[in-house]
């Protein structure tokens, strides 16, 4: 749905009808296409005046009289895991690093949850949801809630010691700040008028909770359900919710909270740190073992294909361009659906079909990319050496539709979506289908993840809008695989800005015996 794989009108968004021919596949989905068009193409309307008067009052009263030591046990952690054993075995191991520092410090220890083990419910990853539950499980004898990334290094003693200084009976919300330099699509034109006056935190230093905040939105969630349709950029639809247009905390900067890696001249005063290393798990995946399928059509042959051409295509082994006319000089290949003026189910289930017939070579892994989508396969095969083809392997940038009235994740299909020879096999045998070609494939398909029980993987490294659409912090300590759309930009230029390593540096970094690096 959010690509940009625009062969008829350019509609950013689509209609989607009812209907169930499957067990394994039944739509039921209402959109209100004039709305969310609206929505996110209308700048969102919030008091910058309050956001503000909000950022002005730090209560440092507050902090000063009430410093304290906290004590492990009065902590909460909440990292945020998934469905994989790459994703659980990290997990696993930044809990037991907790457990042991707490130990080191001759403390209790901690409560240390995994965001995937505490329900089977697909929307706990937006973590709104989930309110309630730490309400009810911790908001009487625990005093924070604090959320981390599976790759975020935590100093114990050192944020024990941060939040002491903070009224943990008042409600705090603390995190590294990210703002936006201009209003993006991403946030719906937020702030349109001043984008940097809105601070959200950057989910890899961790954030914070105090208690009675949590309490409160538990109640608030009850009274008032979320009727949010999208989950887009979760890290700045939590401060938005929280900060209620002025009525509820902004969020309060910490500084000790760093996205620095843990060799920084930097890092001996942050309490958290992040290493920016992309994964990389033993050799990386060969090219021979990803097909790449190219989507595009007629229109586009002349103005995005050369652009592939001139920027990632060599690093392709095994690539097809699909479309819907056969053009020999590129060469495109019509795998016989009618191009549609919205979305192009039809075109990427024939993929997904051709991809396991004896039509193309037989590879562990699928990537599905739209023609202007800009991506770096060295390093998407460096990120693949930490996934087993043989599980079920459904990897790119998530989004979520109706999380909270159980909904389902999708991969947006602009960053690129992979997927391993087992997925593909599943969603094929499962007997899910496009109920109309120009239904949008990637919901579409995480429909049927949805319904089929596998679990969608997020990656930050995949982005489904421009560099520009992102907060400069926020990059900074990512290694990019993907970007899209050609909007503005010379995609050539931010190709070879954002995706090209220095041969200098090329395999400078070699996997741990044993171990595994990380983010």
Excluded at 216 to 243: C, G, M, Q, V
Excluded at 304 to 317: L, M
Excluded at 351 to 368: A, G
Excluded at 457 to 484: M, T, W
């Amino acid at each position: 749905m959010h690509g940009s794989l625009d062969c008829g009108r350019n509609s950013a968004l689509h209609g989607m009808t009812t209907k169930c021919s499957h067990t394994l596949y039944c739509i039921v989905l209402a959109m209100n296409e004039v709305r969310l068009l609206i929505l996110s193409l209308v700048p969102f309307s919030f008091s910058t005046a309050a956001l503000q008067e909000d950022s002005s009052q730090i209560q440092d009263a507050d902090r000063g009289s009430q410093e304290r030591r906290i004590r492990s046990q009065e902590v909460v952690f909440v990292i945020l895991s998934q469905r994989n054993s790459f994703h659980v075995e990290r997990a696993h191991k930044r809990k037991a690093s907790l457990v042991q520092q707490a130990e080191n410090i001759r403390q209790s220890k901690p409560t240390v949850l995994l965001l995937h083990n505490l329900s089977d419910n697909e929307g706990d990853w937006s973590i709104l949801p989930l309110l309630p539950f730490f309400s009810a499980s911790y908001g009487r004898n625990s005093s924070w809630i604090v959320f981390l990334e599976e790759e975020t290094n935590v100093k114990l003693d050192k944020l024990l010691e941060i939040l002491g200084k903070y009224d943990a009976k008042k409600e705090w919300f603390l995190g590294k700040p990210l703002q936006d330099e201009e209003s993006t699509i991403i946030h719906h034109y937020a702030f349109a008028d001043n984008p940097s006056a809105f601070k959200y935190p950057d989910f890899g230093a961790a954030w914070a909770l105090s208690a009675p905040l949590v309490n409160r939105l538990a109640e608030k969630l009850k009274n008032d359900p979320l009727k949010s349709d999208f989950t887009i950029d979760l890290k700045h639809e939590i401060a938005l919710y929280i900060w209620e247009n002025g009525n509820g905390p902004a969020l309060t900067v910490i500084p000790e909270l760093c996205t620095d890696p843990e060799d920084h001249p930097n890092a001996w005063r942050c309490a958290t740190t992040l290493d920016a290393q992309l994964p990389l798990c033993g050799e990386p995946v060969k090219k021979e073992d990803i097909f790449v399928a190219v989507k595009t059509c007629q229109k586009f042959h002349a103005e995005r294909v050369p652009v592939v051409k001139k920027t990632w295509e060599k690093e392709a082994a095994l690539l097809e361009y699909y479309s819907d006319h056969a053009d020999p000089s590129i060469p495109t290949i019509d795998l016989g659906v009618p191009n549609t003026e919205r979305g192009h189910c039809g075109k990427t289930f024939a993929i997904l079909k051709r991809f396991l017939s004896d039509s193309v070579p037989q590879t562990d892994w699928l990537l599905i990319v739209d023609d202007d989508t800009l991506i770096s396969l060295p390093r998407l095969r460096a990120l693949l050496s930490c996934y087993r083809p043989s599980e079920a392997v459904c990897l790119g940038e998530r989004y979520g539709y109706g999380l909270s009235q159980g909904g389902y994740s999708y991969i947006t299909g602009g960053g690129g979506m992979v997927f391993s020879r087992e997925a593909v096999t599943k969603l094929q045998g499962s007997g899910c289908r496009c109920y109309s070609d120009d239904a949008p494939d990637d919901m579409v398909l995480g429909m049927c993840l949805s319904a089929l029980g596998l679990p969608v993987i997020h990656s930050p490294l995949f982005h489904q809008a421009r560099p520009e659409d992102y907060a400069k912090d926020y990059l900074a300590h990512q290694v990019p695989i993907s970007f899209h759309k050609h909007w503005n930009i010379d995609p050539v230029e931010v190709f070879h800005k954002w995706l090209v390593d220095d041969k200098r540096d090329k395999n400078s970094k070699q996997p741990q015996e044993g171990g595994r690096e990380e983010l």
